[in-house]
């Protein structure tokens, strides 16, 4: 990673709070794994407890269906990660038993952990007369379970092994292109986008430790445009929309000062990082 892309975005610290877990692929290739984790007993009423007094603080929290990570491998271009079906109680629980690094060569990885796959774009505005090179799009989270009121990227979010999907020949096909679509329109009430770039895998070892897909958005909107469509927005999970020129120096200045989840930095630095 570039000395230069650290220093101008400040971003010193981050580095040794993520790692790049996998880069270089075009395609994401999702498989879901038959058998199941099996928690004993205990911990499920532990994992039971620890959820149920999380809901005392964020009574709105959704225990929706994730998609652990079981393993992943790359093979040319095509990152393939097969899948188990868990829950984001069973994430939230298991916290305190995920590692600060992630041995993917020796271990798998949710054998007695829950580590969902999400994924995080930076998603840059068409350009415009007034915005040559296009914004990207900021927010500041809003009340969630991890990261309250840092600053992050938009859109992102889980897959989801319940809606994730379309029907193929031979049944369900997976899709982290169908968690795009929809986090894209749950979130900035953009219905497509113009292109997807995968960045990379990262993983960090501070808040949340999950594993999150990089990747950066072409959207089909001006800023102007897009300022316009979620003007009257309202999402619990976001308090503030901000859209900052996709110049590293603009950035570097709009950021100073503020806290990122690690994610969000890592999803940034690699998103520079592509570009030079």
Request: hydrophobic fraction near 40%; charge should be neutral.
């Amino acid at each position: 990673m570039s000395r230069g892309i650290i220093g101008t975005l400040g971003f010193e610290e981050y580095v040794s709070s993520g790692q790049v877990l996998c880069a270089g692929f075009e395609n994401v290739e999702l498989l879901e794994e038959k058998k199941q984790r099996r928690f004993s007993p205990e911990f499920l009423a532990t994992i039971e407890a620890v959820w149920l007094k999380h809901l005392q603080n964020s009574p709105n929290d959704y225990n929706g269906r994730v998609g652990s990570i079981v393993s992943f491998s790359l093979s040319g271009k095509k990152l393939t990660i097969k899948f188990r079906e868990g829950s984001f109680a069973e994430f939230y629980a298991t916290q305190s038993r995920r590692p600060e690094f992630v041995d993917v060569k020796s271990k798998c990885l949710d054998r007695e952990i829950c580590l969902p796959l999400s994924f995080g774009a930076v998603a840059v505005t068409k350009p415009s007369p007034l915005h040559p090179k296009g914004c990207i799009v900021f927010a500041q989270r809003g009340k969630t379970a991890f990261d309250e009121d840092r600053l992050t990227l938009l859109p992102g979010g889980y897959f989801d092994p319940d809606k994730d999907y379309f029907r193929g020949e031979r049944g369900k096909v997976y899709s982290i292109s169908v968690t795009i679509l929809r986090e894209l329109f749950e979130e900035l009430h953009v219905p497509v986008c113009e292109s997807v770039r995968f960045l990379g895998l990262v993983y960090n070892n501070q808040g949340s430790r999950q594993p999150l897909l990089a990747l950066s958005l072409n959207l089909p909107f001006t800023t102007e445009e897009l300022k316009e469509i979620t003007r009257n927005m309202k999402e619990e999970e976001v308090r503030q929309i901000f859209f900052v020129e996709n110049d590293i120096s603009v950035v570097g200045e709009f950021i100073r000062g503020k806290k990122l989840a690690v994610h969000d930095a890592w999803k940034l630095l690699l998103f520079f990082y592509k570009d030079t």
